[in-house]
């Protein structure tokens, strides 16, 4: 028998990684991707799948709220996390097991056999148990920080920029330019505190001048001797540095 599997992640590469690093697994059958937490829920209760690799951190809600929200049967649960501060102990208290961003794809098929073995040996009433017990224990980490409008001086007027409309940002002397779809504003700030601000999912620094938002890369340019750039959704290309590269390739699982 097949296990029926639903891969949760609103990176559509994060999801992309998981299924292509699945395909060699025979007894694991992908039978849907979801990228928001709404989406998960309607599709866990409509399809009643027997595992999810679940993100923790989904743009509309936390994985915990999804698990909260499921009326069927719990599926059997792999949590995947860009986070090591919060939950991880108590993952490791009730024996749960989670992938830690960016994972290993030794570390990734060590999860998934014991996920198979589990099923082999009729397990996962015992793990709903402990997922329940889980989400009780567990007080999800408050990533509001994460989701804060960047105020701008604009003359009088302070704009709040949302996080979510960033292309990407170029520091330009003591200042830096943050380039939305629409526009581009100005703002007195240093990269490094700028981008505590910003969420590690989405925004990744590319150069010591630059930052983008990975969901608004259009494409990647491979030159000679392995240089790289990223080609946005605005069409403005943009240099990875040797210093960033590695981090990079990782983040967008190349």
């Known amino acids: 028998m ?5 891969i949760i992640d609103d990176e559509p590469l994060a999801r992309k990684l998981i299924a292509n690093l699945l395909i060699s697994i025979s007894e694991i059958e992908v039978v849907g991707h979801c990228k928001t937490g709404q989406q998960a ?3 866990i209760n409509e399809m009643y799948p027997d595992l999810i690799f679940l993100d923790i951190q989904l743009k509309d809600m936390t994985g915990f709220d999804v698990l909260e929200k499921i009326t069927s049967k719990v599926p059997l649960v792999i949590f995947v996390s860009a986070f090591d501060s919060f939950a991880i102990k108590a993952f490791d208290f009730f024996a749960f097991d989670y ?16 996920v198979i073995d589990i099923f082999k040996k009729d397990e996962t009433v015992n ?17 509001s920080s994460h989701k804060r409008k960047i105020p ?19 520091a330009s002397n003591y ?12 703002l007195r700030e240093s990269m490094y505190n700028l981008l505590n601000k910003l969420d590690n999912k989405e925004f990744i620094r590319i150069h010591r ?3 983008i938002n990975i969901e608004c890369i259009k494409e990647l340019i491979n030159f ?17 540095s040797r210093s960033y590269k590695k981090e990079f390739l990782i983040k967008m699982g190349l």
């Open 127 to 143: 793990l709903e148990k402990k997922i329940n017990a889980l989400l009780k224990h567990v007080k999800p980490i408050d990533y």
């Open 41 to 43: 829920i309607l599709m």
């Open 209 to 211: 001048s630059t930052i």
């Open 224 to 240: 000679n001797r392995g240089e790289i750039s990223v080609k946005m959704k605005d069409l403005k290309q943009l240099k990875v």
């Open 99 to 114: 992938l830690l961003k960016p994972y290993k794809e030794e570390r990734f098929y060590r999860s998934v056999h014991r």
């Open 152 to 170: 701008v001086s604009l003359g009088n007027k302070t704009l709040f920029v949302s996080p979510y409309n960033i292309q990407y940002i170029i």
């Open 2 to 6: 097949k296990i029926s599997t639903l």
């Open 175 to 186: 200042y830096v330019e943050i380039y939305t779809d629409k526009t581009k504003y100005v």
